[in-house]
């Protein structure tokens, strides 16, 4: 098993910045693809970034390609998601999940709430 908790959400006005934190406690960590997910109201959840384990890869959607980072600490057991010039379309409950050896997403954090007010 492997526990997720997020942090670092709030509320922040257009063209600001926020950094999330996911800490995970549990399994190796560094044997986890981890990647970051966002649900806004009344929509379905969607990809946002992913890192492989050795962080040596990362991917973006399109929407916050440019945008938004990606990055892990494996001594620390923290994945981050840096994300700069937020759009108030960036404004949704941002999930972390994990998936072992990059397969299936099988563990996910409880979220936090960003707002980006216009």
């Known amino acids: 098993q492997v526990q997720l908790v997020e942090s670092g959400g709030g509320l922040v006005q257009a063209g600001g910045s926020l950094r999330l934190s996911c800490a995970a406690s549990?399994?190796?960590?560094?044997?986890?693809?981890m990647g970051w997910f966002r649900r806004a109201p009344g929509k379905e959840r969607e990809f946002v970034a992913k890192?492989?384990?050795?962080?040596?890869?990362?991917y973006y959607a399109p929407s916050v390609k440019g945008r938004f980072t990606i990055s892990r600490d494996n001594a620390q057991s923290t994945v981050y998601l840096q994300m700069n010039s937020l759009k108030p379309e960036d404004t949704a409950v941002y999930y972390c999940?994990?998936?072992?050896?990059?397969?299936?997403?099988?563990?996910w954090g409880q979220g936090t709430q960003v707002t980006v007010s216009s």
């Open positions: 999940a994990a998936a072992y050896k990059g397969l299936q997403y099988n563990y």
């Open positions: 549990g399994r190796t960590f560094s044997y986890y693809t």
């Open positions: 890192i492989t384990w050795n962080a040596e890869s990362t």
